[in-house]
């Protein structure tokens, strides 16, 4: 069964710092596009930032831009967001995500075919 499970959610203060984790089983995720959504309460989901296979090309959405830093470990199956700089409004729940056979760089919650279940992010002011 082809799984992705994050880790690494919690509380913190605004301005402090989380790192999340994401750990794909059940095939190798090492040629997929990896990255990161998010769901706050009463908003759609929205996308944080994907990573390609390689590492090489890393793409943010605006509001993550320069505080949220996106790493993947292929020998460990593995995708990373580093957030720092917290706001209150980075408050939701973070989504990995994998997809093998993107053509190119997508926002869209709907072009990734494999989901982890989430984990709670909460920044409190």
């Known amino acids: 069964q082809v799984q992705l499970v994050e880790s690494g959610g919690g509380l913190v203060q605004a301005g402090g710092s989380l790192s999340l984790s994401c750990v794909g089983s059940?095939?190798?995720?090492?040629?997929?596009?990896m990255g990161w959504f998010r769901q706050a309460p009463g908003k759609e989901r929205e996308f944080v930032g994907t990573?390609?296979?390689?590492?090489?090309?890393?793409y943010y959405a605006d509001s993550v831009k320069g505080r949220f830093t996106i790493s993947r470990d292929n020998t460990r199956n593995t995708v990373y967001l580093q957030m720092t700089s917290l706001k209150a409004e980075d408050t939701a729940v973070y989504y990995c995500?994998?997809?093998?056979?993107?053509?190119?760089?997508?926002?869209?919650?709907?072009?990734?075919?494999?989901w982890g279940q989430g984990t709670q992010v909460t920044v409190s002011s």
């Open positions: 990573i390609a296979s390689t590492g090489s090309r890393i």
């Open positions: 059940g095939r190798t995720f090492s040629s997929d596009v």
């Open positions: 995500v994998a997809d093998c056979c993107l053509l190119g760089v997508t926002t869209r919650p709907i072009d990734y075919d494999h």
